[in-house]
């Protein structure tokens, strides 16, 4: 895929620059090849979710770029006691990407929609990763559900402002990518984990979405996780370039009697680099 890549600003010329494919959990456009579970129409949109086992409703909420499958393992750990119900957020996986720009509150109503037309009970538990998480604590405070527990794995939604984020941001939007290709092998990497943490979400951008995603990523939701009083698991990761261990603490400051696991090696998809180690946390709080 070859994206056009405006760096004037920056002081560079403008280059063509061919972006290596994404990797495989990171599947995040709907298309004939995106292996769908079941559809309904929800809002006008075809939605693909997953719901299996039985029991206590689970809601599993995927991050920017990713899609349900991303949270597989812990669907098929939680499902031989839970009924779980794993969605394709509208513009990722196999679901339709909305009409219009949206932000987390859209999605948030488009969560309660979803609920009501598959005619599910109030979920007992809703887990959510990356801006899944910054969602849940949104949807959470709209009122949207009334989940008795809550569990935020590596949460964004602590968004600080400041020119050089706003700046990064905008490059995000427009390429789709962060195109780093033109630079020298030294300098790419650190570049690179620079720009997924200015971001404060995940920083794949779906070019359809562009405004929606910068909609999102300036969407501080820590006002609304002061309104959340239900227990609440925080999962954050020593190595997690992109939401920093800082974040947890602050909502662990801002949630009353919330509760703080730090997982060492382990990166942003904490529950992908520490399996066992975040199911067993996640199956203990649902006890």
Known sequence: MVYAVDLKSAGFTTLRVRVPPRPPHYLSISCSGYNVGM????????TNYELNGSGKLILLLHGWGDSSKGLRNI???LSSKFKVLAPDLPGFGGTQAPKEVWNLDNYADFLESLLAKLELDQPYAVIGHSNGGALAVRALSLGKFKPQKLILLAASGVRTKNTLKRLFIKLLAKTGNIATLWMPERYRQ???????????SDMLVVPELQETFKKTVRQDVQSDAVS?????LLIYATDDKAVPISDGKQYKDL???SKLEVVHESGHFVHIDQPQKVISLIKDFLA
């Open 39 to 46: 559809q309904i129409v929800v809002n006008d949109l075809l």
């Open 75 to 77: 669907q098929d750990e």
């Open 190 to 200: 650190d570049l690179r984990k620079s720009l997924y943490g200015f971001a404060g």
């Open 228 to 232: 959340i009083n239900v227990p609440t």
């Open 255 to 257: 949630i009353r009697g």
